[in-house]
């Protein structure tokens, strides 16, 4: 089968005081190759679990992950992680970071630099091949992430609210960013984010989970994700559907938190 298969996987820590945490449960979920995916939910549904079990970090209690037919079980350059920062190698310049993987993998050095050269023009980096990670800004540094990523060629890029860290209009701009890369490249993407409009923009299909147990709540088919390609996203977010389902999906949020104080109270 291909696509990544997410077929029951369920995760249940153990915690030291003898209670457990059932952080998912019963997660099923078939992704195609060159969908783009964003995973919302409240904090604690499970989200940064379920990435680390796709990347490979973790294993799930019961249920297993299959890319392309084959059981996932370890890290695999096949899947590659975009965290929220701090990531990336301190040590080395912008290209070093980018080439490090086809490095580590043996890869000629001629064909390291092409490589890198494509992915630095991708990105918008052109003239920082030579800097250091310390001397680029926040959207900067995301940049470089995200071609050290794709250097490795993964089927599937997971990122952990890697545009969470930035400022809103560094953030526009690498929505806009993510949305170039998901077309220009055909990776199945899958991006967790805190903010809904992000959810929206960056998901064409977008996933609510809920928390306790950390599950699936609700999916939707969206067409902004589509239409953002290359166009002004502000212009995106005026369709007449997307204020709509941006108030839809935060008042679900809304009560599901209002829900877990309710419990935390009594
Ligand atoms: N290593 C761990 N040990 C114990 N509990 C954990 C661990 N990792 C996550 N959890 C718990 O699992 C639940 C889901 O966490 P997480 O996946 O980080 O949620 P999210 O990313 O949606 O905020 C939370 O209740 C969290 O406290
Ligand atoms: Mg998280």
């Excluded at 052109?126 to 050290?148: H, N, T, W």
């Excluded at 409009?197 to 064409?204: P, V």
Aim: proline content about 5%; overall charge negative.
């Amino acid at each position: 089968m291909s696509g990544l298969n997410i077929n029951d996987v369920s995760m249940t820590f153990e915690l030291p005081n003898g209670g457990s945490v059932e952080a998912l449960k019963n997660i099923n979920l078939n992704i195609q190759k060159g969908e783009l995916v964003s995973v919302l939910g409240p904090s604690g549904c499970g989200k940064t679990t379920l990435l680390n079990i796709l990347a490979g970090f973790l294993a799930p209690t019961d249920g297993i992950i299959e890319l392309n037919g084959e059981l996932v079980k370890k890290p695999s350059s096949e899947r590659g992680m975009v965290f929220q920062q701090g990531a990336l190698f301190e040590w080395m310049n912008v290209s070093k970071n980018i080439g490090f993987g086809p490095k580590m993998k043996g890869t000629p050095q001629l064909e390291i630099d092409k490589k890198v050269t494509e992915l630095l023009d991708i990105v918008g980096l052109k003239d920082f091949a030579d800097k250091m990670i310390y001397e680029m800004s926040g959207g900067m540094q995301q940049r470089v992430a995200l071609a050290r990523c794709l250097a490795n060629d993964p089927d599937v890029i997971l990122m952990d609210e890697p545009l969470g860290a930035l400022d809103a209009l560094t953030r526009e701009k690498m929505q806009s960013l993510v949305l170039d890369i998901w077309k220009k490249t055909g990776k199945t993407i899958i991006l967790i984010t805190h903010s809904v409009e992000e959810a929206l923009l960056l998901g064409e299909r977008l996933i609510v989970m809920a928390p306790r147990p950390g599950r699936i709540h609700k999916e939707y088919n969206l067409p902004f994700a589509e239409l953002g390609v290359g166009a002004d996203l502000r212009e995106v977010k005026r369709h007449k559907k997307f204020g709509p389902t941006r108030d839809e999906i935060l008042n679900m949020i809304w009560n599901m938190e209002e829900e877990i104080m309710g419990r935390a109270e009594n």
